[in-house]
């Protein structure tokens, strides 16, 4: 499922191009072994070039693929976590910026009040009496 999903989205199927990376790989050690029977390259070309190789296989495209899928999915939530957090703030904060904080204070007695807050505190005052 995953491999074909894959092929859907990248155009490629991994396997198929392990295989083929697999196959050019065995060409151009052909290649770098028959330049140095010939003796068209020194020992050194010849270690260089076998080298330089080696460096450059992948030798599993399918878990490079999942490390760099597992790799962005957990740099993408983080970034949104923070995005969603800015986003909230400036929000939030350019609201509570536009008012003085009095009017706050006041705002919160009067909500207090409307909420029942002196029936309320009259009843826990009467019950400590």
């Known amino acids: 499922m995953w491999n074909w999903l894959q092929t859907q989205l990248f155009g490629v199927d991994p396997a198929a191009e392990q295989a083929r990376q697999a196959s050019l790989d065995a060409q151009i050690a052909a290649q770098n072994q028959s330049a140095w029977d010939t003796?068209?390259?020194?020992?050194?070309?010849?270690?260089a070039a076998m080298n330089n190789l080696a460096k450059s296989d992948t030798p599993d495209i399918q878990g490079s693929i999942n490390n760099a899928f597992v790799e962005g999915a957990q740099e993408g939530l983080a970034s949104l976590g923070s995005n969603i957090q800015s986003t909230f703030n400036t929000v939030t904060g350019g609201v509570?910026?536009?008012?003085?904080?009095?009017?706050?204070?006041?705002?919160?007695?009067?909500l207090f009040i409307w909420l029942g807050g002196i029936a309320w505190s009259k009843g826990i005052l009467d019950k400590k009496k």
């Not at 003796?39 to 270690?47: A, F, I, K, R, V």
């Not at 509570?96 to 009067?110: D, N, S, T, Y």
């Open 39 to 47: 003796g068209l390259w020194t020992e050194d070309q010849y270690n």
């Open 96 to 110: 509570f910026k536009l008012v003085p904080w009095q009017i706050w204070v006041v705002l919160g007695v009067l």
